[in-house]
């Protein structure tokens, strides 16, 4: 079987091709671009087009949130995308963040959110959520407000198993990415063990959210690295866990 990786940004890498190369000959064949912003979208879908084995997703980061939140033509210019010749496969990113330098507020980052998830029901396609310092209110928009029926991920994954389990029980899979490899990160290590493999994907977030001892800037192919570390924990073999993600991931977002 040939892997993906369930969450990158390769489109920020200027060796892009050099990157996808090495990758692939390490058996990674593709993975899905996570969404940052309207004016990025064109971009993201030109580049999967472009590059077999890579697929898409729509969406506004909340670090990319300014105070003016939203376009007002955000669905339409997303309904346009989805009805185009290579569409999404899902929304996001979106969501919640109180660490990474956000430049909107908390409520227009709420607004972001929540009109977000309201298109993800609306055209039901699984989301892909950031959320970062910001679990006890995520909880409580998607359980008041709802998940598309797709359900969704959420990417890096980086918390307690007491909101792994959270998470869970609303349908969500968790994804782990680098963070994973951190000998400090304990409570991410807990999570990965409760996580059913059912519900277990595995991202590289490349080029950020490096594995420990890496350099900063890593690629795809750390996704193999990344899998070695959870299959320790999960006390499986790495080929394992990559096929498991892999299958995960297709089944999720129907790829």
Known sequence: MRYLDAH???DFNPNVELEIKEALDQG??????????????????????????????LGVHPVYLTDQ?????????????????????????????????????????IQAFRRQLAFARDCNL???????????????????????????????????????????????????????????AIKVKKSIEICPLKDLLVETDSPDQAPEGIDQAHGLKMLIYIASKIAEI????????????????RGLFKI
Request: proline content about 5%.
């Open 28 to 57: 990674i064949m593709g993975g899905i671009l996570g969404g940052t912003s309207i004016k990025d979208w064109p971009t993201h879908q030109q580049f999967c087009q472009k590059h077999e084995g890579f697929q898409w997703t």
């Open 8 to 10: 990158c940004h390769l």
């Open 234 to 249: 999960k006390k499986m073999q790495t080929q394992d866990i990559l096929e498991q993600s892999t299958e995960n991931l």
């Open 69 to 109: 939140g939203i376009s007002d033509s955000f669905e339409n210019l997303a309904w346009s995308m989805i009805k185009s010749d290579f569409p999404p496969i899902g929304i996001g990113e979106l969501g919640l963040d109180r660490k990474f330098r956000p430049r909107a507020s908390d409520e227009i980052q």
């Open 126 to 184: 699984p989301v892909v959520l950031h959320l970062v310092a910001h679990h006890g209110l995520a909880l409580e928009i998607l359980k008041k407000d709802g998940l598309p029926q797709a359900k969704g991920m959420i990417h890096a994954f980086a918390s307690a198993p007491e909101l792994a389990e959270q998470y869970l029980r609303l349908g969500l899979k968790l994804s782990f990415g680098g963070v994973a490899t951190w000998a400090n």
